[in-house]
Every structure is written in C-alpha cells, then in structure tokens.
C-alpha cells in the first residue's frame, strides 16, 4: 500500500476534543452537546443492525466519527483474523469514520481469544509480522490506520527496540499513523520507573493523529512501589492532564483528543466536562501555534 501522510488521516475529524459514544448519552447529546466527535469501539457495532446502529446512524448525522477496533490481534505472530477483519471493514464501510486505530497488542493464541490486550516484544521479527499485519489491514480498508502504544506492566527480555523507536518504524514502513494513548504512557512508564517526559519527547509526533486520555487506579504492587491500572473508569488524573498539555506543545499543533470512559460510566455532564478540559487545553495553544507560523 503507498505511504500516506499523517495529514490524510486527519482531514474529517477537528483538532478538537471528543468522547467515547455509549448509547446511555445519546438523548442528551442530540439534545444539543457542543462536542468534537465521538468515537466507536468496532465490536461493539459488528452485528447487521438494532438500537446501536439506529443510534449511530443519528449521531453520525450531526458529527464526525472514528472507529477504535480492539478484538484485530494485530500484534499476535498468527495470521490475522479474516472474519473478523471482514466484519470490521462492514463497519467501517458503514459508518464512513474520519479515522481508525487499533492498538499494538496480541489477544489470540492457537483461535483463541482472552480478554485481554497483551504487550509484545519490541525486535525487528515482531517488527516485521506487525507491519505485514498493518498492511493487510489498511489494503483491505482502502486507508491508513492509527495505532496506539500500549499501556504496559512489564517488559520482555527479548526486546531490542524502544517502544517509540518500533512505533516510528512501523509508520515509515507502512505508512500509518499513530495514535498516542496519554494515559497508556503514564500508565507504562510508572510500572516500568521510566520517565513519561523522556517518552514523549522520543514519540514520532508527527505521526500522530489522535490522543487519547483515560482514567487509571492506582495501587501498589507486592514490593510496595506504585502500580497503575489501565481502568478507564474514572476521571482523567491531573499528572495525565499535565503529560497531555505537555504533548500538544511539543507538538506544536492542536491534535483530536479522545477521552475514553468505558466503565462505571457517568452521567453525560461529567464526561462532557472531561472534555471541555481537554477542549480548553486545545484552545488555549492554538494562538500559540498560529503565531508562531505567522511570523
């Protein structure tokens, strides 16, 4: 598939804030929400109809939407998938998104699934079966995709490529984009004591076509030292929201920011605040950057 610029998987979705669509929302936020676009997890909208399509279709009306897939094992060292890379392709087809990602992670073993995604070891064989991966994906698509960086718990000894050096790789190699999960960066780098600045400032940002932002738990492991949980159950924490602030001005550019709130959802108010935050962390640095290419 020909290279593509990250610029290309960016034009339908606004450099502006967005959440993830649950169908509990929905009459509030036809009801008049002032919000960027909504994402979608594809399994969730993998069947031939119902209320979720229903409800997608009039949300899709009145904003930008994107496609987050999470069942593609595009990490794993099998085949992907050709079903389920079929039935993702009706989805895509179907809700005509202004992105898609998936994630760098492996959740098959031998046909079968675990509820999980797991991490990967960075080296130049997983880097291969990965990019083999991402372009089947994309040819089958007809686009580029984004894929985000994991949230981590430990790392493998076979690895021989920093994470942000395997990601810049896999985007030259087959043209995607990537997507920046904030959260799955704090998440990693504390589980791991490395230095989340450090990780940012090494990220292909210029690959970057969406961020996301979550809430994690914090707890301790059997050594006493700090062990986050990618939960995405709660608000955003304010070290993320520093990290994130940090990233669009190193960045340089307003980039669209997903807030994800999978579980123990909230009332529509409290997310759409979430991503007001986020909206105003936006606003607030695009002068910045305008000046900047106005002198």
């Known amino acids: 598939m020909a290279r593509t610029s990250p610029d290309h998987v960016t ?16 009459g509030e936020i036809l009801n008049g929400a002032d919000i960027g676009f909504f994402e979608i997890h594809a399994e969730n909208y993998m069947g031939d109809g119902g209320l979720p399509h229903r409800m997608l279709e009039r949300i899709r009306e009145r904003f930008p ?157 059997a050594a006493g030292r700090t062990l986050l949980i990618d939960t995405h159950d709660r608000a955003v924490a304010d070290p993320v929201w520093a990290l994130y602030e940090a990233t669009i001005e190193r960045a340089g550019r307003p980039i669209p920011t997903l807030v994800e709130w999978d579980s123990d959802l909230p009332d529509w108010p409290v997310l759409a605040r979430e991503a007001a935050r986020a909206e105003e962390i936006l606003a607030r640095l695009r002068p910045a950057k305008e000046l900047r290419h106005a002198g």
Request: contains cysteine.
């Open 11 to 26: 034009t339908a979705i606004p450099a502006r804030a967005g959440v993830s669509l649950k169908l509990d929302h929905v």
């Open 65 to 221: 939407v994107s496609v987050h897939g999470v069942g593609l094992s595009i990490g794993g060292d099998g085949p992907l998938d050709g079903a389920h890379l079929a039935r993702l392709k009706a989805v895509v087809d179907r809700a005509d998104p202004g992105l898609v990602s998936e994630h760098l992670a492996w959740s098959t073993h031998d046909h079968t699934y675990v509820p999980d995604l797991l991490p990967l070891p960075y080296t130049e064989a997983t880097l291969a079966t990965v990019a083999e991966h991402v372009a089947q994906v994309q040819d089958m698509l007809g686009r580029p995709i984004l894929i985000e960086n994991p949230s981590t718990y430990l790392a493998f000894a076979e690895t021989t490529m920093e994470e942000t050096d395997f990601l810049a790789a896999l985007a030259a190699r087959t043209g995607c984009g990537l997507l920046l999960d904030v959260n799955n960066v704090m998440v990693a780098c504390t589980n791991r004591e490395a230095d989340p600045d450090a990780y940012i400032a090494a990220f292909p940002l210029d690959r970057v076509g969406e961020i996301h932002l979550a809430g994690h738990h914090e707890d301790r492991d």
